[in-house]
C-alpha cells in the first residue's frame, strides 16, 4: 500500500499523560507497517469543533452515529462492525494464512468519495435489512 497521508480520529483519555485512544487502531498500524525504517513523521493533532476536511468528518460520523446502533444489534465493538461492514462492502480476498479477511481493512485506504458509497450503502443496508434507522450526516461547514 503505497499513501501519502494517513488521517485517524482519537479520544484523549489521560489528560495529566498526554495519551490519546486512536479509533481506528487497525488501520494506522497496517499504515506504519509499510513504511521503511528511520522515515520521519509530521504527525498534527486537530481538536474537535476546529474546521476540518471531509475525510474527517466523514470518519467522525462513521465511528460516532453510523457505527454505535449496528455494533449494539449485533452485539460486537465498533471496531469489528467496521471491519465486518467494511468486508461486506467491498468483498473479501484470502491472506497468506489462508483466511477470508475485508479486501478494504480500513477507512484511511478510502478516498472521500469511496468512504460516500460505503456511507449510503450501510445507511440504506440498515434500514432496509435490519430495520435501524441511522440519521443523515450533517452539512459540511
Not at 3 to 25: C, H, N, P, W, Y
Not at 48 to 63: K, S
Request: charge should be negative; proline fraction near 8%.
Amino acid at each position: 500500500m503505497s499513501v501519502d497521508t494517513f488521517s485517524v480520529a482519537g479520544v484523549v483519555v489521560e489528560r495529566a499523560r498526554k495519551r490519546i485512544q486512536l479509533v481506528d487502531q487497525d488501520g494506522y498500524q497496517l499504515y506504519l507497517h509499510d513504511l521503511p525504517p528511520g522515515l520521519c513523521l509530521e504527525i498534527s493533532v486537530t481538536p474537535e469543533g476546529a474546521p476540518v476536511g471531509p475525510r474527517t468528518q466523514q470518519i467522525r460520523y462513521w465511528f460516532g452515529v453510523v457505527l454505535p446502533p449496528l455494533a449494539q444489534h449485533f452485539g460486537t465493538t465498533l471496531r469489528q462492525m467496521s471491519r465486518d461492514l467494511l468486508g461486506e462492502f467491498g468483498g473479501y480476498e484470502r491472506n497468506a494464512f489462508d483466511k477470508w479477511i475485508p479486501k478494504v481493512a480500513s477507512l484511511s485506504w478510502l478516498s472521500a468519495e469511496d468512504m460516500s458509497a460505503v456511507l449510503d450503502w450501510v445507511r440504506d443496508w440498515a434500514r432496509n435489512v435490519h430495520g435501524i434507522e441511522i440519521p443523515a450526516p450533517e452539512p459540511r461547514r
